[in-house]
């Protein structure tokens, strides 16, 4: 009999989960251990000590940012081109590279820090941007069949 009251910021909060369940569906655990196999094997010279907790890692961060690319793709589907939603999303997509290099700085033990500082942020701003790019794509699609 008593009504409920939901505010705007709780159902919009209640709206982004839900779409964020359905897209999560297009990631398989078998791809995100091809991506972190892939993402590892370029780091060979680093003497990257690999561990669960690192792999997990990886993958915390790869769901992220298939996740930020899938919630931005709205902008796309809105007419923004893809650079301009890039630029849009600079400042998360580079935090979630920080983490990620930081993460493996810590956990991966890597070797030769100075050495492979430079190449080793790069491999981790690919990996970032290849989950983003993947969460926009299947964002886009989704927002076209109108399935958001």
């Known amino acids: 009999m008593g009504t ?3 505010s705007f910021t709780e159902k919009r909060k209640e709206r982004q989960l839900g779409y964020e ?19 590892v094997n370029a780091q060979k010279g ?7 907790v ?12 298939f996740l930020l690319g899938a919630n931005y793709s709205k902008f796309g589907f809105f007419g923004e081109s893809y650079e301009e939603v890039k630029e849009r999303c600079q400042e998360e997509e580079k935090h979630l590279t920080d983490t990620l290099f930081n993460f493996i700085l810590y956990w991966g033990k890597v070797s030769d820090y100075d050495l492979y500082n430079e190449s080793l942020y790069y491999e981790c701003e690919q990996y970032v941007n290849s989950w983003w790019a993947e969460g926009f794509q299947k964002g886009a699609k989704r927002y076209r ?4």
């Open 54 to 65: 690192l792999e997990e890692g990886c993958y915390d961060v790869a769901i992220e940012a």
């Open 21 to 39: 369940r359905k897209v999560l569906k297009e990631i398989t655990p078998k791809m995100l251990k091809e991506r972190f196999q892939a993402f």
């Open 145 to 148: 069949l109108r399935l958001h």
């Open 46 to 52: 680093l003497g990257l000590v690999l561990s669960q």
């Open 4 to 6: 409920v009251i939901h």
